[in-house]
């Protein structure tokens, strides 16, 4: 599978009959499925499953800035801070499986 063409969200996440989380797509193709004895609880399936939606939020919002950083001569362009900028770009490129 590339990367860049990943499982479509939302995804939702729920026990199976073995007790095992499971994590599928809106296409309902299974993403993975864990042990429920391997995490002490839910918490990393939460957030495992919004990865779609948090790609999704990054890639808005590296979009809506425009110009340099903190360039104030731009309309309706937002204001983030360089540091920020650049750890959703890497958090973009992890998920996209880039360099």
């Not at 990367?3 to 296409?27: E, K």
């Not at 495992?48 to 999704?56: C, K, M, N, T, V």
């Not at 808005?60 to 950083?69: A, K, P, R, Y």
């Not at 731009?74 to 750890?87: F, H, M, P, Q, T």
């Given at each position: ?42 918490s ?22 425009c ?8 309309e ?8 920020a ?15």
């Amino acid at each position: 599978m590339n990367p860049s063409n990943h499982t479509p969200g939302p995804w939702a996440f729920s026990l199976n009959h073995s007790g095992d989380y499971q994590l599928r797509g809106s296409n309902g193709h299974l993403v993975f499925q864990i042990s429920t004895g391997t995490i002490p609880d839910n918490s990393d399936a939460r957030l495992i499953a919004s990865a779609p939606e948090l790609l999704a939020a990054l890639e808005i919002i590296l979009s809506s800035t425009c110009g340099d950083v903190g360039d104030d001569g731009y309309e309706g362009c937002i204001r983030i801070e360089a540091k920020a900028l650049e750890r959703a770009r890497a958090a973009i490129s992890k998920a996209k499986g880039q360099p």
